[in-house]
């Protein structure tokens, strides 16, 4: 059996039981309350229905499960209600015992953190460690020894949050990137390694539904003798068919970092038309999700790493993901800390 049935049979089950303790109208009417009401227990495991990782005989066969089950309560609900009528009601007593009480609101983890989940989870699957690095970060980790030039762009007061003593800079910034924990782990580290680096990031942006002045970020690194461009494919390929389903393809485009050479911007097969074209990929039926390349000599300079290294690296946005797999338009709901958006994402309880 699969998770998804164990976890419908225990709810079945458990309502059940339920029905049986109740004891008059009321509590039959609780009981279907909170199993078959609008945000009831059976009811939200119809939401996974819409997991885009579901393949469609997948999808057919959870859908008769669910609606066996839904029936099944629903005849029990309606022979607990016949059975029930024909005996009095409690007396009173001034307080009124059969009266439901609230039920306890169970906590979630945030959508982002289910999504970080399972990204990381996805590539633990093909060895990498987790590793986290700090959000405050001085020049030499974010910029210098990513190979990043001191005239580039990205350093400039409006990309990069610079902490300031007295209007004077202190040498520490906001991490911009999750790139900085690729120096920060080679500096201590001696290859093989494989890592892969969640984390919060900040950038001076004016928000708006696709920006926000902090978001979060998933980091790849693997150094290795003989690593090559082949392997970071076959890697991101394995890992975008754990994350989106066996159908999902990657295609790589040329693109420029200055810490990777070669260096390329990876899209995705659009997850809702399967590379046809549809409104959410802007009928190019690809949808942009991730940068990587070889990692450039100069990085391994800087961290003291032999000559001839090789090691490829890559990095993801977290909300954009979320964004896709869940069809949100807009990423400050992720912020809004409001409790109707994120009750919408039962999964995952850390
Ligand atoms: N640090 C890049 C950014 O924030 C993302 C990135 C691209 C990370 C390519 C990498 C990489 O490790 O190889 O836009």
Known sequence: ???????????????????????????????RVLYLGRQGKLTEQFSAMKDPGLASEEKGKLGKQLNAAKQRLEEALAARR???????????????????GYPPSIGRSHPISQVIDRILNNFRAQGFSVVQGPEIEVERNNFDALNIPPDHPSREGFDTFYMADHGKRT????????????????????????????????????????????FHQVEGLAVCPGLTFGDLKGTLIAWARGMFGEKARLRFRPHYFPFTEPSAEADLSCIFCDGKGCRVCGQKGWLEILGCGMVHP????????????????????????????HGIEDIRYFYENDARFLEQFPGGIR
């Open 82 to 100: 016949t059975n029930l009528s024909g005996s009095a009601p409690a007396k009173s007593s001034g307080i009124d015992a059969t009266l439901p």
């Open 298 to 325: 100069e990085v391994f300079k800087a961290v003291n790493y032999l000559p001839g290294t090789t090691g490829f690296a890559f990095g993801m946005g977290v909300e954009r993901i979320a964004m896709l797999l």
């Open 171 to 214: 040498g520490y910034l906001l991490r911009s990137h999750t790139s900085p924990v690729q120096i920060r782990f080679m500096d201590t580290h001696k290859p093989p390694l494989r890592i892969v680096v969640p984390g919060r990031v900040y950038r001076p942006d004016a928000v708006d539904a696709t920006h926000c002045f902090q």
């Open 1 to 31: 059996m699969s998770q998804r049935e164990v976890q419908l049979e225990s709810i079945t089950a458990e309502a059940l039981a339920a029905l049986e303790q109740a004891k008059d109208a009321a509590a039959v009417e609780a009981v």
